[in-house]
């Protein structure tokens, strides 16, 4: 049982990573100016983006001190995320199985 609840999470952490991952491409494309806002698809993808992601991110913003436009937390959730499923997840795993 236990088992399944940890390949349960890591398949979570998975799409929570490749949730960051478009988010962080699709904010340099806005900068960039390849793709705008004006787009009502591209507007409803970021808004359901930005809403999944600010539970995550709003503790470690009010962590890390304010780097004005250079926005590190998700850096920050990636890393977190990679070390649970490395590290912390397998220690678990394996002491179960």
């Not at 398949?11 to 904010?27: D, E, K, M, P, R």
């Not at 470690?60 to 997840?89: F, N, T």
């Amino acid at each position: 049982m236990l088992v399944a609840i940890i390949q349960i999470i890591n398949i979570l952490l998975n799409v929570i990573w490749w949730i960051i991952i478009i988010q962080a491409i699709l904010s340099w494309l806005i900068a960039f100016n390849v793709i705008n806002t004006y787009n009502d698809f591209v507007r409803n993808v970021l808004y359901a983006l930005d809403k999944i992601t600010a539970p995550i991110y709003r503790p470690i913003r009010r962590i890390m001190p304010d780097l004005g436009a250079l926005d590190l937390s998700p850096l920050v959730v990636l890393l977190a995320i990679y070390i649970l499923q490395q590290v912390i997840l397998p220690q678990i795993y394996y002491s179960v199985a």
